[in-house]
């Protein structure tokens, strides 16, 4: 069925850049809106950023101005460009879409996470 395939998180220094990317493969009728959540240990997932494929986007006031969201509604992927790296930034990020599969109603889809670590 849906699956999301997070790839590119590891680990950096304060102050240096990663890019995370997801791939949604499937059943794919239609993609509404693809983003990220993170999970730092001990904390509850939150919100990172949001991307609909209208291209209007939704950035945590934490990561503004230093992230950007991207998506290619054409292959089916959304990226995240993490500049200005901080500790606090360290997390498990979990892709997430809004999906619409093939005859099937539109729900959320999450990817199994990857471990972005910024050392100070």
């Known amino acids: 069925q849906v699956q999301l395939v997070e790839s590119g998180g590891g680990l950096v220094q304060a102050g240096g850049s990663l890019r995370l990317s997801c791939a949604a493969s499937?059943?794919?009728?239609?993609?509404?809106?693809m983003g990220w959540y993170r999970q730092a240990s001990g904390k509850q997932r939150e919100l990172v950023a949001i991307?609909?494929?209208?291209?209007?986007?939704n950035y945590a006031d934490s990561v503004k101005g230093r992230f950007t969201i991207s998506s290619d509604n054409a292959k089916n992927t959304v990226s995240l460009q993490m500049n200005s790296l901080k500790p606090e930034d360290t997390a498990v990020y979990y892709c997430?879409?809004?999906?619409?599969?093939?005859?099937?109603?539109?729900?959320?889809?999450w990817g199994k996470g990857t471990l972005v670590t910024v050392s100070s």
């Open positions: 997430y879409a809004n999906i619409r599969p093939i005859g099937g109603s539109v729900r959320d889809y």
């Open positions: 499937g059943n794919i009728l239609r993609i509404y809106v």
């Open positions: 991307v609909t494929n209208g291209g209007t986007t």
